[in-house]
Structure formats: C-alpha cells, structure tokens
C-alpha cells in the first residue's frame, strides 16, 4: 500500500516540477499518431526506478493507448492487470519496447486497474501519457449453435473494431481464419506479416460471438523476438506497433476461452 501512496504522490506534484519536460510532449505526441481522436486523460506518469507501480481508474467500454518515451533507458517495459488481479492473475496488455512505444488496451469493467513500468536502467527516466476514447459498440448477432462453418461473416466485426480504435487505418491484405478450442492444443495459430519502416500497423482479431470466449494476440519481430501482446479477456483483442524496421514480422492469435471460429486482419497507415 505504501508503494501506491508514493506513486499518486509524486504523480500530484508532477505537473511543477516537470512544466517543461521535453518528454511530455514527445510522449503526447507519440500518442496522437496512433490514437487519432482519442483525449488525454489523467495525469503523466513519470518514474527512474527499475520498477514502477501505478493503480488507475479506468473507465468499462473504453480503448486506452499508454504512451511510453524514456531518457537514457534501452528497454522500456509497460504491463496492465485488471482489477483485483492476484499473484498469478495474467496480464491483460503487455508492451516490450526498445526505449518507447504504446500499449493500446480496451477495457470491459471499470475499475483500479495495476500498470507497471519497467526500464532495465538506474540512471534513466520514463513519461506515459493516457489517451482514451468510447470503445466501439457490439455487433448484435443471434446466437446460432457450433457449425463447420462460422455462424455470421466476421470480417466486417474486425473492419468496426479497426474503425474504433484506429480511425483512418486500412486494411492490408486478406483476413486470415482459423478454427480451435482453448482445450487443447489446437488453440493457437501463426501468420506472417510484412511491416514497413515508418508506418503504425494494428491487428485486430474477431471471435465467433457466443462460442469464442476470449484470444490473445502476440506480436514478433524479425529478430524473432517478442514485441508487443494483448493477453484479452474478450472476443476483440487488437494489438498496435509502429514498426521502426521493414521486414517480415509474425503474429499470433491463441483462443483461450471457448472455441469456435475466428478472423484476424492487418490494418495501418
């Protein structure tokens, strides 16, 4: 409890004794390309300890973007739970940077949610700004029962979904499809994915409503290493990544409540 206590603390004083931090604006900035007419909310959050706690009260049905910028810090780690998260409570959003990026999120329940920062460094410092924007609303569908095909087209979910959280993002490609259960080892499946240098990409994944409970999503880069997750408790996880390199990237889409039919797409711009 202490911990939070200094936390809140420090975030009260911030906005004097960082008036003009040139990383303020560099971590609003980052944010308005990714989460176009989102708002900012609440306070930055700032810290240069190795690791760094914050509760926040987030709003249900609200997509959040945590943008993340550092000084001196080669690894920028940012980590989200969910209310009354215990020890071994899974993380709902994750993000792996090499010193800044975003984590994007969207919530169901409100709450005091936990997110973490970790820099990997004692002489480095870090500042996230919070935006937020209304998630988009649920597609009603009927209920149908588990079939060899899936119940309802669920591209155009992903397409709404896309429009939500990333308005003016196209979709690249094809969707892709699969077909699993969390029971089993037929829960996961892998895609390819070519990136380009400069451009902001999300991939945002569609359940089949009333049978796929909820899917995670994992980003990899061409160094084969993990950049980015949404470890989702719903239907609708997305994922965004700015990619600073061209290459063939990897994602993968794991069903881990349910099981049924599912599509993911690439959307960027």
Same mark, same amino acid.
């Given at each position: 409890m202490k911990k939070w206590v200094i936390a809140l603390?420090?975030?009260? @004083? /911030?906005?004097?004794?960082?008036?003009?931090d040139p990383l303020d604006a560099a971590a609003v900035a980052q944010a308005r390309t990714q989460a176009k007419d989102a708002k900012q909310v609440g306070d930055l959050y700032r810290g240069s300890q190795e690791k760094n706690d914050f509760q926040i009260l987030l709003e249900g049905n609200t997509c959040y973007w945590f943008s993340g910028v550092s000084e001196n810090v080669p690894k920028l780690y &940012?980590?989200? $739970? @969910?209310?009354?998260?215990? =020890?071994? %409570? *899974?993380?709902? =959003? #994750?993000?792996?940077?090499?010193?800044?990026? %975003? &984590? /994007?999120y969207? %919530? !169901? !329940? *409100?709450? &005091?949610?936990?997110? !973490?920062?970790? @820099?990997?460094?004692?002489?480095?410092?870090?500042?996230?700004?919070l935006f937020a924007k209304e998630a988009p609303k649920a597609v009603a569908v009927t209920p149908t029962p588990v079939s060899a095909k899936p119940s309802l087209d669920l591209g155009p979910i992903c397409d709404k979904h896309a429009?939500?959280?990333?308005?003016?993002?196209?979709?690249?490609? #094809?969707?892709?499809?699969?077909?699993?259960?969390?029971?089993?080892?037929? #829960?996961?499946?892998?895609? *390819?994915? !070519?990136? #380009?240098?400069?451009?902001?990409? $999300?991939?945002?994944a569609c359940g089949e409503p009333d049978h796929v409970k909820s899917i995670s999503l994992y980003l990899w880069g061409p160094n084969n290493k993990r950049i980015t997750e949404a470890k989702g408790d719903n239907a609708n996880p997305m994922i965004g990544h700015c990619a600073k390199e061209t290459g063939m990237f990897k994602f993968q889409a794991k069903i881990t409540g349910g099981g049924g039919h599912f599509k993911a797409a690439l959307y960027g711009k």
């Open positions: 603390v420090a975030l009260a @004083t /911030a906005g004097i004794a960082y008036a003009d &940012m980590y989200l $739970w @969910t209310p009354n998260a215990g =020890a071994f %409570t *899974p993380r709902v =959003a #994750d993000l792996r940077s090499p010193g800044s990026g %975003t &984590m /994007a969207c %919530t !169901q !329940q *409100p709450g &005091m949610y936990h997110f !973490q920062v970790k @820099t990997e460094s004692k002489k480095g410092r870090f500042v996230v700004a429009a939500g959280a990333a308005p003016g993002a196209k979709r690249v490609g #094809d969707y892709v499809s699969g077909k699993g259960n969390s029971i089993g080892h037929d #829960d996961r499946f892998d895609f *390819p994915i !070519q990136l #380009d240098a400069g451009k902001c990409y $999300w991939v945002v």
